[in-house]
């Protein structure tokens, strides 16, 4: 008897605690919908926890320097993934360029008929990156290939990677190793079928076996989502290797909104408790008629 009154006395209790706490305040972690993204049209980004930035090439066709007027109208601090020929005019209207990109994700260092290519291009990477100061070049693994030998890729992507860190690191500039997901089958950029680094624990044992502060993650939280999920705990355990983050829906990489599967909020709140105050760039494709509201909306949601 006594048992059975403690659990009663344990459930009513808890079923209590948990009504209270519905109606306690909540607006650190609060979800934001599009109504109230689309009434606050002047809204702009409050917290200086994280540095938002998008990915350009989502929007299109919008035009560049359109598009970037309104992230700076927004309190976005950058933007990246646009042609190179917007950098000056982008820099002057305040913006930084949050990531330059290196060699495309299909003709990556696991392949060596690609070894001269990505070396190429990190290279001029990195030189333009240090003469627009941005820090950040981005580089992948490159897809599978018929005959792929997994322990000779593994290690060609590894050389390929360190002859070009000693000019990274001179410059001040950081490889940042994208780890994307090979599920979604769906468009070209929501997933990518074939791709070597599809598993980003492996990719952090490469960025390890690097063993230079120059070459870190690019820890995009849609691509972890697909492919291996917890999220938090993730951060938490490869926090000192990140150094880049992406957002996007899921499924779809569409906005950040209550139509997909990861709660912005609380894992914005867990990449501040992880020390990490660096570039989190909006790279989802909107589905919304008004663009811009998406890109509002997500920073609504991220300023935690």
Request: hydrophobic share 40%; with cysteine.
């Amino acid at each position: 008897m006594t048992s059975s009154l403690s659990r009663r006395s344990f459930f009513q209790t808890s079923t209590a605690a948990a009504l209270g706490a519905a109606f306690l305040p909540h607006d650190e972690a609060a979800a934001v919908d599009i109504a109230q993204a689309a009434a606050d049209p002047g809204y702009k980004i409050k917290n200086s926890g994280i540095k938002h930035t998008l990915m350009g090439w989502c929007w299109k066709p919008m035009d560049t320097l359109e598009l970037a007027k309104h992230a700076k109208d927004i309190g976005l601090v950058g933007i990246e993934g646009i042609d190179r020929k917007y950098y000056p005019d982008v820099k002057k209207l305040g913006l930084e360029i949050s990531l330059v990109s290196g060699h495309g994700f299909s003709n990556g260092p696991c392949n060596p008929k690609f070894r001269d290519e990505v070396i190429a291009k990190l290279t001029e990477g990195i030189d333009v990156a240090a003469d627009v100061g941005a820090k950040k070049v981005i580089t992948f693994t490159g897809m599978k290939f018929d005959g792929m030998d997994r322990e000779k890729a593994i290690q060609d992507c590894l050389d390929t990677w360190k002859v070009v860190l000693p000019h990274a690191e001179k410059k001040g500039i950081t490889l940042v190793l994208e780890h994307l997901n090979s599920r979604d089958s769906s468009h070209p950029m929501k997933g990518h079928p074939g791709y070597f680094g599809d598993d980003v624990d492996f990719c952090v044992d490469l960025i390890k076996q690097i063993g230079s502060p120059n070459f870190k993650l690019l820890f995009d939280i849609y691509h972890v989502s697909i492919m291996n999920g917890d999220i938090v705990r993730r951060l938490r355990l490869h926090k000192d290797y990140i150094g880049h983050l992406h957002t996007a829906g899921n499924p779809g990489r569409c906005e950040l909104d209550e139509h997909q599967e990861i709660n912005y909020p609380a894992v914005m709140q867990a990449v501040q408790e992880i020390g990490y105050h660096d570039f989190v760039a909006h790279e989802f494709i909107p589905t919304w008629k008004d663009t811009i509201l998406a890109l509002r909306h997500a920073a609504m949601v991220c300023d935690v």
